[in-house]
């Protein structure tokens, strides 16, 4: 009988050895990071104290910027302290639990995209009802949900993980834990847990972007259906910004895994998935707030207090 796990720590290898081009990828990782952070947790400030803004599409862009903040930093930081300190090694449960979280957070981000199409239905298609079916009782039980049933999805894969048994090589080719690279390294019969990662990674991609799919299908439709040229384009207006977070979500992800496997694709899936752990999160409340009126004077509002400045 194989011995149990052998192995205490893991060594991520990163992107590349180029030390030149480790200072270039720290300077990336610092500002883009830093603005992630800046940018998302802006607009949680302002959702959570302007009163304006206390609306059910806020309060869902409120946790899905607070989703952003966590999801970045459970791979980013860990990254730019091996770029920086050299140490590339991490323990064997310090891997898991970066595993579990990044998973968690990218299954309820998806939940959350498909949430907040949803509201964007209801908001256009039925604007007489949005209060009551959309209230904020019914809003913080949806975000609830969208937690629960990621981890529910996300438990017993990661279940199957934390008894794989890695015995030949510890060195993960990757710049933080990942179900692949972990797969590649483990010494155990891995076809269950593979199909299984498989399984829930379609389960919640399928699941959400129905949903997305169904509800901006009813929102074109009724806004072709407005007899004002002024009036479909504020309400094509309200959905753009969701419609670009969910094209750069759902399309970087549609890159990754539809594509055949080899050398080459290893290292660009890197890039890819360092740009969606780095980019995206910087990106998204950028999109949200420079294409969002009441965001900006939200802003500025919020600007003019704390310099003392009175408002017009």
């Known amino acids: 009988m194989r011995n149990h796990t052998t192995i205490t720590t893991f060594i991520l290898l990163g992107l590349t050895e180029d030390p030149h081009l480790h200072v270039l990828i720290l300077i990336f990782l610092l500002i883009t990071y830093m603005l992630s952070i800046f940018g998302n947790l802006t607009i949680i400030i302002l959702t959570w104290a302007d009163a304006h803004l206390k609306t059910p599409m806020y309060f869902f862009l409120q946790n899905f910027s607070f989703l952003e903040i966590s999801f970045t930093t459970a791979c980013i930081p860990r990254f730019m302290y091996s770029i920086s300190t050299g140490d590339r090694t991490i323990t064997y449960t310090a891997c898991f639990i970066q595993l579990f979280f990044i998973d968690i957070f990218a299954a309820s981000d998806f939940f959350l995209l498909a949430i907040m199409s949803y509201d964007r239905y209801v908001a256009i298609c039925k604007p007489l009802h949005y209060m009551t079916i959309m209230s904020i009782k019914v809003c913080k039980t949806i975000v609830i949900c969208c937690w629960l049933l990621a981890f529910c999805i996300i438990f017993p894969p990661f279940s199957l993980f934390v008894n794989l048994e890695f015995c030949d090589s510890n060195a993960i080719n990757h710049f933080g834990c990942d179900e692949l690279p972990l797969l590649e390294i483990s010494c155990s019969d891995t076809w269950l847990i593979e199909r299984m990662v498989t399984a829930c990674a379609g389960l919640i991609f399928i699941i959400t972007l129905v949903c997305v799919v169904l509800s901006y299908s009813y929102i074109i439709k009724t806004i072709l259906k407005f007899p004002s040229v002024q009036q479909r384009k504020k309400a094509f207006s309200t959905c753009s910004s969701h419609m670009i977070v969910v094209s750069i979500s759902y399309g970087s992800c549609i890159f990754i ?56």
């Not at 899936?269 to 969002?292: E, G, H, Q």
């Open 257 to 312: 895994y539809l594509k055949t496997s080899g050398k080459e694709d290893v290292q660009i899936d890197k890039i890819v998935s360092l740009l969606i752990a780095s980019v995206s999160p910087m990106l998204n409340p950028f999109i949200y707030t420079l294409r969002n009126k009441q965001v900006k004077q939200a802003f500025f509002d919020l600007v003019k207090k704390i310099a003392f400045l009175p408002k017009k």
